[in-house]
């Protein structure tokens, strides 16, 4: 199998790393951001463990306020002459896009779509000449509200079933349930059409594969996403 499972030591690893690698959101205030022109681009998706460096106004009040945590971010290489350099930071997210691939060494995801940003909410949508993406053979998963999250110490992506999760774990509890290898994979990389969400009462750097995500493992230890509200046929 390309695809593995974990146990409870990894697991324990897990919670260690979000303490130790800023991935807890960022309290301070983002702030005044550029609007992203109207238009299709290939659009960078991570996790900004370092949040201070993107202006000084944001920078001051986070020093202010010892705030040592990160903020998602897009990076927009084609506006990167904006004041901002291309780059927005966002709180929430929501909508519908292309995932092309990702980087596993910096932990990108790559994207292709229109984007628009409102206040500390960006919202993703698909260019409407985009395609479907094929139906490929592999391990099909349980439709579900599936975790996206960037394992950086072993530079794999986690693929996590959040409704199967918290069955187990009023049954066996969160440390157990979260290494059942029914609930978790480790996979090299995601494809597909993204039904994309971030709560805004959530503060932890992970992303969410929406609704009913119907996803397939294939051999090359791929995982391509599937909209449920698209019509794949």
């Known amino acids: 199998m390309a695809t593995q499972t974990v146990c409870d030591e990894v697991v324990s690893q897990q919670f260690a790393d979000y303490n130790n690698d800023n991935q807890f959101e960022s309290p301070t205030p983002i702030g005044p951001q550029p609007d992203i022109a109207v238009g299709v681009y290939a659009i960078e998706l991570s996790w900004d463990r370092r949040p201070e460096r993107f202006s000084a106004e944001y ?3 986070a ?3 010892n705030d040592k945590g990160g903020l998602f971010r897009i990076i927009i290489k084609t506006l990167k002459d904006m004041p901002n350099g291309g780059k927005w930071h966002f709180k929430k997210l929501q909508g519908n896009v292309q995932v092309l691939g990702t980087d596993p060494q910096k ?3 790559h994207l292709w779509g229109m984007a628009r940003l409102d206040e500390q909410c960006l919202s993703l949508y698909r260019d409407p000449a985009a395609t479907l993406h094929p139906v490929v053979e592999g391990e099909e ?3 579900s509200y599936q975790r996206l999250c960037f394992y950086r110490q072993i530079e794999k992506w986690r693929l996590r ?4 999760t918290r069955q187990l774990a009023a049954k066996i509890g969160w440390p157990s349930a979260m290494s059942d290898p029914r609930t978790l994979r480790l996979v090299h990389d995601y494809v597909g059409d993204w039904f994309c969400a971030w709560p805004e ?3 932890v750097g992970h992303v969410f594969a929406a609704g009913d995500t119907k996803v397939i493992l294939d051999s090359s230890g791929t995982a391509h996403l599937y909209d449920p509200t698209l019509n794949y046929g």
């Not at 079933?161 to 199967?164: A, G, K, T, V, Y």
């Open 161 to 164: 079933d959040e409704r199967l």
């Open 107 to 109: 932990g990108r995801m």
């Open 201 to 203: 009462e959530d503060h």
């Open 141 to 143: 998963l349980p439709a």
């Open 63 to 65: 020093k202010a306020a």
């Open 59 to 61: 920078r001051e009040m």
